[in-house]
T-cell receptor
Framework: NAGVTQTPKFRVLKTGQSMTLLCAQDMNHEYMYWYRQDPGMGLRLIHYSVGEGTTAKGEVPDGYNVSRLKKQNFLLGLESAAPSQTSVYFC??????????????FGPGTRLTVL | QKEVEQDPGPLSVPEGAIVSLNCTYSNSAFQYFMWYRQYSRKGPELLMYTYSSGNKEDGRFTAQVDKSSKYISLFIRDSQPSDSATYLCAMSDSQGGSQGNLIFGKGTKLSVKP
């Protein structure tokens, strides 16, 4: 099993450009998440999905859109990139048991720089 | 007040030392407590998972939860240079699964010197 994979690993964008980050998991997990990690800010949830075809906003959703057309994939889109979106982006997935909590498994991250 | 507080460090210790990492929290509904380890330029990986109060031991690692004090700890015995990483605490309430998120601390950066 590859676990959680992210594409691309690195990207440099100019302000105003758009891009899509792809997350894929092969663990048949129901839940998937997108986080950003910035120095001194920790992990902050952008959007998440509790199943195919569903998405929900997290703590910092502005400037991002997501789609979950297939259970194994979760896409994060930046329509018009801004320098404030320079960050490391992590995808995670989980399969919470009934009455339990979501132990999340993370991908390796995408380092995005917006100039 | 943030829901989860964690001292960012950095914390530097000599090899073989006992390391204590801590988080405090304000939400008394939290019942599930986790510690993630994140090596430089890598994604976080789950290290320890504890439900409610008490201790859990796994090799050199011990996780403690004191719900009365809203305080959790991770102890590392006989620390090794390979333990050098950032350690993040995370927690959720009983609805964490359906709500779809964990609350993370900001992480403590640990360096174990040979």
């Amino acid at each position: 099993n590859a676990g959680v994979t992210q594409t691309p690993k690195f990207r440099v964008l100019k302000t105003g450009q758009s891009m899509t980050l792809l997350c894929a998991q092969d663990m048949n997990h129901e839940y998937m998440y997108w986080y950003r990690q910035d120095p001194g800010m920790g992990l902050r949830l952008i959007h998440y999905s509790v199943g195919e075809g569903t998405t929900a906003k997290g703590e910092v959703p502005d400037g991002y859109n997501v789609s979950r057309l297939k259970k194994q994939n979760f896409l994060l889109g930046l329509e018009s990139a801004a320098p404030s979106q320079t960050s490391v982006y992590f995808c995670a997935s989980s399969y919470p048991p009934v009455g339990g909590t979501d132990t999340q498994y993370f991908g390796p991250g995408t380092r995005l720089t917006v100039l | 007040q943030k829901e989860v507080e964690q001292d960012p460090g950095p914390l530097s210790v000599p090899e073989g030392a006992i390391v204590s990492l801590n988080c405090t929290y304000s939400n008394s509904a939290f019942q599930y407590f986790m510690w993630y380890r994140q090596y430089s330029r890598k994604g976080p990986e789950l290290l320890m998972y504890t439900y409610s109060s008490g201790n859990k031991e796994d090799g050199r690692f011990t996780a403690q939860v004191d719900k009365s004090s809203k305080y959790i700890s991770l102890f590392i015995r006989d620390s090794q240079p390979s333990d050098s990483a950032t350690y993040l605490c995370a927690m959720s309430d009983s609805q964490g699964g359906s709500q779809g998120n964990l609350i993370f601390g900001k992480g403590t950066k640990l360096s174990v010197k040979p």
